[in-house]
């Protein structure tokens, strides 16, 4: 989730194509029962989550290539434990855009329908 500086002097949010996972993507995914693993990368759990998501140091937990996402409220620091895996030749994992916060937002229930695959006040497995 880079930031961009715009001519004006503003920045903006910059989508980065295979490092990160669109909201509506990942509801698909989910939608379809081809879901990836789910990595909660918070240091503390928040009230909401994703079904199904795990608790564990990607960094040292997570299989080389696994297809996973990781996310947080924000986006920000999943973004950043990516980039690090990247380095590190593992290319399984993304970030959920926008974390939980946008996924919560852009999945309106009255289009998509009740089930979004979120879970409010359950601390991850």
């Known amino acids: ?5 715009r001519p004006d002097g503003t ?8 490092l990160e996972i669109s909201p509506c993507e990942l509801f698909r995914l989910l939608r379809d029962g081809r879901a990836p693993l789910l990595v909660d990368a ?20 997570l299989p080389p290539d696994t297809e996973a996402v990781l ?6 620091a999943a973004y950043e434990v990516v980039r690090e895996l990247r380095k590190e030749g593992n290319t399984g ?3 959920l855009f926008g974390g939980l916060r946008l996924y919560d937002f852009a999945l309106d229930p009255a289009v998509v329908g009740e089930e979004r695959f ?3 006040g359950q601390a991850p497995t």
Request: proline share 9%.
């Open 1 to 5: 989730m880079p930031v961009t500086p």
């Open 11 to 18: 920045t903006g949010v910059r989508f980065e194509e295979g």
């Open 42 to 61: 918070r240091r503390e759990p928040g009230e909401l989550t994703l079904h199904e998501a795990r608790r564990l140091d990607p960094r040292a937990e």
């Open 71 to 76: 996310f947080d409220d924000d986006g920000l």
């Open 93 to 95: 994992a993304r970030a």
């Open 118 to 120: 979120l879970a409010r």
